[in-house]
C-alpha cells in the first residue's frame, strides 16, 4: 500500500532564505507526482505536477525534483516571502485515473 | 471555467440530521474524487469516479456516508444520519483524460460542523 510522508510537519524560516520540503513515498511505481499549497480554510491550490518520467519541474521561485528510485520528491522555495507561509502538500498518484495519496503536509512559516 | 464548485461552504446541522454535499466538476473533466480533512488524519480518501461509475468506494467510512454522481457535472456525498466525528472538511476534486501531465483540481470545500 502507497504511503506518502512528509517531513519536517512544520518549519519557520526568516524571510528571503532558499528551503527544501520534503515528501517521501513507499513505493516507487508511480504514475505522477504534485505538489499543492493550502493556505488556512481554503482549498488546495495545485504548484507543480511532475511526470513519473521526468526529473524536475519549475514555476517562478518553485522547483520541484523527483527521484523515483530512492521514492523522494522535494520542493524548493527560493528567496521566501511572508506570503509564501501556507502548508504544502504532496501527493502521488500511482495509476492513470485513480485518486491521489496524500501526506499530511508541512507546515511553513515565514517572518518578515 | 470557474473550477471545482461546492456547495454549502458551510454547513452546521445537530447530531442525526441528513446532510448533503454537492460538487460540480471541471467540465470535461471524467474523474471526480471526494476526500474529507481532519487535523489528526489529514487528507483522505472517500470516494472517487470515473465516468460516473464509482471505482473505490472502500475510504467511506460507514453505511451512513453514500456517493452519487448521476452525470458528468453533479456529484453527491450524503450522510444519513450525521455524527458528531463526521465534523470535519469535505473537498471534492476532478481531473481530466488526459496522460500523465493531468493535474487535479479541488474545490474550496464544505466545512462540517455536526453538533
Known amino acids: 500500500k502507497q504511503e506518502v510522508t512528509q517531513i519536517p510537519a512544520a518549519l519557520s524560516v526568516p524571510e528571503g532564505e532558499n528551503l527544501v520540503l520534503n515528501c517521501s513515498f513507499t513505493d516507487s511505481a508511480i504514475y505522477n507526482l504534485q505538489w499543492f499549497r493550502q493556505d488556512p480554510g481554503k482549498g488546495l491550490t495545485s504548484l507543480l505536477l511532475?511526470?513519473?518520467?521526468?526529473r524536475e519541474q519549475t514555476s517562478g521561485r518553485l522547483n520541484a525534483s523527483l527521484d523515483k528510485s530512492s521514492g523522494r520528491s522535494t520542493l524548493y522555495i527560493a528567496a521566501s516571502q511572508p506570503g509564501d507561509s501556507a502548508t504544502y502538500l504532496c501527493?502521488?498518484?500511482?495509476?492513470?485515473?485513480?485518486?491521489?495519496?496524500f501526506g499530511k503536509g508541512t507546515t511553513l512559516s515565514v517572518s518578515s | 471555467d470557474a473550477g471545482v464548485i461546492q456547495s454549502p461552504r458551510h454547513e452546521v446541522t445537530e447530531m442525526g440530521q441528513e446532510v448533503t454535499l454537492r460538487c460540480k466538476p471541471i467540465?470535461?473533466?471524467?474523474?471526480l474524487f471526494w476526500y474529507r480533512q481532519t487535523m489528526m488524519r489529514g487528507l483522505e480518501l472517500l470516494i472517487y469516479f470515473n465516468n460516473n461509475v464509482p471505482i473505490d468506494d472502500s475510504g467511506m467510512p460507514e453505511d451512513r456516508f453514500s456517493a452519487k454522481m448521476p452525470n458528468a457535472s453533479f456529484s453527491t456525498l450524503k450522510i444519513q444520519p450525521s455524527e458528531p466525528r463526521d465534523s470535519a472538511v469535505y473537498f471534492c476534486?476532478?481531473?481530466?483524460?488526459?496522460?500523465?501531465?493531468?493535474?487535479?483540481?479541488f474545490g474550496q470545500g464544505t466545512r462540517l460542523t455536526v453538533v
Open positions: 467540465s470535461g473533466h471524467n474523474s
Open positions: 511532475i511526470q513519473s518520467s521526468q
Open positions: 476534486a476532478s481531473s481530466g483524460p488526459g496522460g500523465p501531465s493531468t493535474e487535479a483540481f
Open positions: 501527493a502521488v498518484r500511482i495509476q492513470a485515473g485513480t485518486a491521489l495519496i
